[in-house]
Structures are given as C-alpha cells and as structure tokens.
C-alpha cells in the first residue's frame, strides 16, 4: 500500500486562482509535511503540521489535516507562474524518534500556473 | 540560510562501477538521510544515519549502498558495483530532530 498519495497528479490553473492539493494516507502519523520540487531540483520544505494540529497557515500556503480520514490538503491562494511545480505530501510515522524520522513520500501533484 | 549541498551534480559511470556522492549536510543538524527518485517517481528513503550509525535503511538500500560520515562535515553515499537500475536522483537531506528536513539539489546518477 501506498502512504501518502496526493490528488489530482496534475492540476492547470490561471494565475491568480486557488489550487487545492490533496494527501491521503494509510498508517498513523507523527507529523505530515508538505515540499515542493521545481524541474530538475531538490525538494523544498513548505509547511510541517504535527498530528494534533487541525490547520496551518504559512502566508499564501493554507495547510489542513484530518487524523480521522487520514487526509490533508495543501491551498495556495493567489497562484502565481512561479508557483508552477511538483508538491509533495510526505509523512513521519508514528512512534518516531530519537534516532529517525524518515519521510514517506507520495506521487506529487504536477501543479502547472498559467501566466 | 544555510544549505544542503551535493557534489557531483551528474555522474556518469559504467555499470559495474563504485561510485561515490557526496553530501555536506547543515552543520548543526544531527540525523542525516539519503532519498532517490527514479524519474517520474516518487521520492524513496534509502537509509537514515544518526549518532554515526545507520538507524534505518530501506530494502533498496543492499549490500551494494554504503553510507559513512569520515569528517564530521560529509556524508557519502557509496554504490559498490553500480547496476543500471541505480540509474535515479539521489539526495541527501539533513534535520535537527522532528523538524523539516532541508535537502540538496541532487546528483543525477547515470549508468551506461
């Protein structure tokens, strides 16, 4: 089973719209994070909301999560052309700590903003 | 802000080949992680290292993959005799704990 699949795998907007991204995941969590990764580079940190926080917002970035349905959604208001990248969800299980809290990928939203 | 760096960019290299990436993590960050992502993949850990052992490794990460940090300041990833299935992304990525993971921009590993 896959832990962590983000929805839709592509999204196309015009600049200036909202996208939404969604994360569903299978095991229980310590925290989810959020990255995104333009063409041909690394990834990039975006926002980090731990299992009993509801929502975080991080100024365009709008980041909820749902423990019960194992979800969380990432919402970027005002899109911009430079917003045009692949996001990530990523999960740290559960249980976490000390030695490790490595990261579980999903597939990625190709988010494409058109100027 | 204080970054990840990874070296070489690309590597190009013969199957069979030992090659080696190397990483210069966050200087004050603790755990230290090597990813790939075979393209059009997603991201995949291959092990974590920690108080200069490793504290996990995926089953990617075989007898073949070596990790070691010699200085104090790198983090390598050793591929002992490369296979062209190898042939991915591969990122080091550092942390101070339960906190974000900050990442390099990669080196691109091609095996001919």
């Known amino acids: 089973s896959q832990q962590g699949e983000e929805d839709p795998q592509a999204l196309s907007i015009q600049e200036g719209e909202n996208a939404t991204m969604n994360c569903s995941y299978k095991t229980s969590i310590n925290n989810l994070q959020w990255y995104r990764q333009n063409s041909g580079r690394g990834l990039v940190h975006l926002i980090l909301?731990?299992?009993?926080?509801r929502e975080k917002h991080s100024g365009r970035l709008r980041v909820t999560l749902d423990t019960s349905k194992k979800s969380s959604s990432l919402l970027i208001t005002a899109s911009r052309a430079a917003d045009t990248a692949s996001y990530f969800c990523a999960t740290v299980p559960v249980g976490s700590g000390g030695s490790n809290y490595k990261l579980t990928f999903g597939k990625g939203t190709l988010l494409t903003v058109n100027p | 802000e204080p970054e990840v760096t990874q070296t070489p960019s690309h590597q190009v290299t013969q199957m069979g080949q030992e090659v080696i990436l190397r990483c210069v993590p966050i200087?004050?960050?603790?755990?230290f992680y090597w990813y790939r992502q075979i393209l059009g993949q997603k991201v995949e850990f291959l092990v974590s290292f920690y108080n200069n052992e490793i504290s996990e490794k995926s089953e990617i990460f075989d007898d073949q993959f070596s990790v070691e940090r010699p200085d104090g300041s790198n983090f390598t990833l050793k591929i002992r005799s490369t296979k062209l299935e190898d042939s991915a992304m591969y990122f080091c990525?550092?942390?101070?704990?339960?906190?974000?993971?900050?990442f390099g921009d990669g080196t691109r590993l091609s095996i001919l």
């Open positions: 200087s004050n960050h603790l755990y």
């Open positions: 909301i731990r299992s009993n926080e």
């Open positions: 990525a550092s942390s101070r704990g339960n906190q974000p993971q900050h």
